[in-house]
Structure formats: structure tokens, C-alpha cells
């Protein structure tokens, strides 16, 4: 049986181009893809669902999901392209007591085996590796040298980087620390493109490895959004309530959503904003007597302490805790009245969820660092406002300016309009864009690989 996808014919192995235009092949390494729940699956998704349009034909590599821990969305595949190409190896389970839970560590060597038969038995032209799982790093140098195929990594979240606990002697996350340090330089050695979500979680690959700057190409990349992604959960035809987690909505309450893993340096604007609500009756303000309520989503049950701290807890804040399937978490966005955003510290955290409330066409209330390109996004497009952080420097006013910048977007929420949305200046956004970026990142490391050789 013959099938011709986007320009190319498979018959077998056997690769026949149907155009005067042959499409590149890219091998996508990537040991968790839906139905994975997990944030970082739609990466790999959204480069799969437009990289044929842009002259390059994916080939994902992942793990079977009967090996994945984590909670399956099954509705995910409806979102992948019905001819996209998917491979998938086995995993060794995991064991009792639990001492390897990364999967992409315990499927490492099918992984490598399988990519390596993808190269010898067909023409790929690059191979790219999201990470996390960290060590799927270190199948770049191997395929390289095996191969003779150049590879990018992709920082989703930094490699060698300081968690709480990392300084204490011998600890888990102090090994970790450690081993990072050690590997990431082997990674990295030979790698032709190395992309982010910001260039701040990059950049510091290329302090700690100096010899990259002059022969390796960089871009930063956000997630981007996917409008279709939101027009598909607004044509479903289940139950208005169903996968939704936020309350029923009582006449006078204004719901705010926040959707989504809290980083360890956003607790403390947290703390500050929640110790201005409990300072003030703001939230039930004259020029909008609506009752203001928080609903966090998926943060693992770290707000209910911080609320109760401040006896905001079943009162101004409420939690649910646990992780739920990405569909849902843009059906909760779309019930709810406004989205909640808070940023981190760190100047180069971009939260993926800006993209998400831009395309859900609700009014946006975010607290960022002002050097966070999310201020730009939200900034350019007019879907929301944002109260600004200077990292720690300017946190003891943060409360007072977030009561303040409040009461002018319970106003502006009043009357927002989505229609009035820029959604131009939205398109450099998009994961469409994104994937433009990537594809001519990939083609300018290629290009810069073939003169290399020559010199």
C-alpha cells in the first residue's frame, strides 16, 4: 500500500518525492507525547502539527503510554494531524522502591536503538530533542557521531540549574546538580542549534560552555498559541460542565482562574499579593461590588497554606489541586470571568499560560517581571494588564500596586471586548510562527554546518 503525505510517498522504507520539492525529514526525540498530559508534550505537538506546511516532515520518536506514570488525556490525539508519523519503543517499568521515574531515563536505550535504525533506514536531515527528560540530550552526540546527522536541543526548562535543596551536601537534588554539571557539557559539545522558550534558560549553556558562541546557532521560541486548539473544545458537544472544576457562578462574583504549576520564585509576589487582599476589603470594591474570587488550578495544593495564612482560604482563594487534562484546563479558562497570571522573578520566565488566556478572549490581569516577553505579548495585543516586578528588589510594594492596578481592571473588565483584541499583533505568537522560527533556525544551522566543513 502507497500512501503520499504532504508531498512525500511511503512504500515501505522507501522514500519517493511527489513534488519537484522534496521535504526534509525531522526526527523529533521527544518520550512524551499525547496522550501525555504533561505541559511539555504540546511543544513537540504543535512544531509536528506545522512543520509539513513549512517544507519539513516530522517523524516522532517517543515511548509507548502503557509506560508513562502520569494521568492520560486521551482526547489530546484529536488534536495531532491525522497522517502525522508517530514511532514508539518500549520502557523498562519502573520498580519497588521507586529509583528511576524519568521516562525518557528508562526508555534511554530503546530510544537510542530505535533512533539510530531511523537513520539508517531513511534520510533525516536533522534531529531535534526537547528537554526535559534532560538525558535525551546525550542521544544527540551519539546519533552525530554514528550518523553523521547535525542536532538541536530545545530547552523547555534548564538543565543545570539551582533548586531548593540543591546546596545541601550529598541530597538528592544536590546529585542531581552535580550530574547535570557533568553531562550537559557532553550534550552540548557538538550541537548545531540550541533554542528555548526564553533566552535566558540557553544563555547560561553558553557562559558555562564558551566555545559554542562562535560555531552554534540560538533562537528563543515561546510555546505560542493554537487558536484551533481553543475552537476545538468550543465545538464539543458534551456537557456545558463537564471537565470543569470551577464553581458554579453566582450573580455577583467575579472569577478569576489561574491554570497551571506555580514556579518556586512566584511564591513570594504571591505572598505579598495575598497579604494585600487580607489587609483590605479591595476585593469587594464600590466601582465593581462583585465578589472577587481566585481559583488556582493544578498547584499541587501549595496555595491553600498561603491562603489560609492570610485567612483568604474558601473565603477570596480557592484550590484545586490537581493536575487535569489540557482540554480541561481551556474549558475552566473559557467559564471563567478573568485569568489570573503570576510570573516569576526570574527575568527570563515566560509563562506558557499567557498564550493560552490571550486565545481564551478573557480579560487578563498578570503580575511579570517587566523584562518577561510575556509583558509584550499582553502589552501589544491588548488582552489584559499587567502589574510589573523588578525580580525582589520592589516586592514589598507589590501588594499596594496589585490592589491598586486591580480596581482599574475590574473597570476595564467591566466592558471588555474581545472583538477589540489585537490578534495581529498576536501572530508573531503563534505556533505557527514559532515553527517558522525553528524551521529557519534549523536551516540557518545547516547552512552554517556545510561552511564549517568547507573551511
Not at 554539571?181 to 534558560?201: F, H, Q, R, W
Not at 547560561?204 to 559554542?212: A, F, G, M
Request: charged content about 20%.
Amino acid at each position: 500500500m502507497i500512501d503520499c503525505y504532504f508531498g512525500i510517498i511511503y512504500n515501505s522504507n522507501l522514500l519517493v518525492s511527489c513534488s519537484k520539492h522534496q521535504m526534509k525529514n525531522i526526527l523529533i526525540v521527544a518520550p512524551q507525547f499525547p496522550p501525555s498530559n504533561l505541559a511539555a508534550v504540546h511543544r513537540s505537538r504543535l512544531f509536528a502539527q506545522h512543520l509539513p506546511s513549512l517544507g519539513w516532515n516530522p517523524i516522532i520518536l517517543t515511548v509507548r503510554e502503557v509506560f508513562y506514570e502520569e494521568v492520560l488525556d486521551w482526547k489530546l490525539q484529536e488534536l495531532l494531524p491525522g497522517n502525522l508519523r508517530v514511532e514508539k519503543v518500549a520502557a523498562f517499568a519502573i520498580t519497588k522502591p521507586r529509583l528511576i521515574g524519568d521516562v525518557g531515563l528508562r526508555a534511554y536505550f530503546q530510544l537510542r536503538r530505535r533512533a539510530l535504525e531511523l537513520t539508517r533506514l531513511e534520510k533525516i536531515d536533522f534531529i531535534y530533542i526537547p528537554i526535559p527528560s534532560f538525558y535525551m540530550a546525550l542521544l544527540g552526540p551519539y546519533l552525530s557521531r554514528k550518523a553523521r546527522i547535525p542536532y538541536g536541543i530545545d530547552y523547555i526548562d534548564p538543565w543545570v540549574h539551582i533548586f531548593p535543596g540543591s546546596n545541601q551536601l550529598f541530597s538528592r537534588h544536590w546529585f542531581s546538580t552535580q550530574l547535570a554539571k557533568m553531562l550537559e557539557p557532553v550534550a552540548v559539545k557538538n550541537v548545531s542549534l540550541i533554542t528555548g522558550v526564553s533566552d535566558g534558560y540557553f544563555q547560561p549553556v553558553l557562559e558555562r560552555n564558551p566555545h559554542l558562541k562562535l560555531k552554534v546557532v540560538t533562537a528563543a521560541m515561546p510555546y505560542g498559541g493554537e487558536e484551533t486548539d481553543h475552537e476545538f473544545i468550543r465545538k464539543l458537544t458534551s456537557d456545558k460542565r463537564d471537565g470543569i472544576v470551577l464553581p458554579p457562578k453566582t450573580t455577583n462574583a467575579f472569577q478569576f482562574v489561574y491554570a497551571g504549576a506555580m514556579l518556586p520564585k512566584a511564591y513570594k509576589p504571591l505572598e505579598e499579593i495575598f497579604k494585600a487582599l487580607s489587609n483590605s476589603n479591595s476585593f469587594q470594591l464600590p466601582e465593581f461590588p462583585h465578589k472577587i474570587t481566585f481559583h488556582f488550578i493544578g498547584t499541587l495544593g501549595t496555595i491553600k497554606p498561603i491562603a489560609e495564612k492570610f485567612s483568604l482560604w474558601q473565603s477570596v482563594v480557592f484550590e484545586h489541586p490537581d493536575r487535569i487534562p489540557y482540554l480541561d484546563v481551556l474549558r475552566n479558562l473559557d467559564a471563567a470571568d478573568g485569568i489570573f497570571i503570576l510570573g516569576s522573578t526570574e527575568p527570563h520566565y515566560t509563562p506558557s499560560k499567557v498564550f493560552q488566556g490571550v486565545l481564551s478572549q478573557k480579560p487578563i490581569l498578570a503580575v511579570l517581571h517587566q523584562a518577561s516577553s510575556a509583558v509584550k505579548v499582553l502589552q501589544a495585543s491588548k488582552a489584559g494588564q499587567c502589574i510589573l516586578m523588578n525580580g525582589e528588589e520592589d516586592l514589598d510594594t507589590l501588594g499596594e500596586r496589585f490592589i491598586y492596578q486591580m480596581k482599574q481592571f475590574l473597570t476595564w473588565a467591566n466592558t471588555f471586548d474581545p472583538s477589540a483584541v489585537d490578534t495581529k499583533a498576536f501572530d508573531q505568537y503563534s505556533a505557527k510562527t514559532v515553527t517558522k522560527q525553528l524551521v529557519e533556525s534549523i536551516e540557518k544551522a545547516l547552512t552554517k554546518g556545510s561552511h564549517q566543513k568547507t573551511i
